[in-house]
């Protein structure tokens, strides 16, 4: 469910209605990490990255590829 959630093509209006339906079918209401989680949306959600040039990278893929520039560069 929350693969479906990260990657959802939709506004961010349909994805904040996803998400509660989410929260509620799994009693997530307390969780620590599901809140956590969802205040960070805009780092991960799709619906929060429309509009942002990635080069089609995912945003795990851009962390990796930063990291090994660095690397590169502070040998």
Known sequence: HFKHLMDLDANE????????????????????????????????AQSYLRGHFFAGMKSSQRCEGMHAFFNECLK
């Open 13 to 44: 209006v349909v994805f904040e209605e996803a998400w509660s339906k989410m929260v509620r079918k799994y009693g997530l209401q307390n969780n620590k990490w599901v809140s956590d989680t969802y205040n960070n949306k805009g780092m991960w």
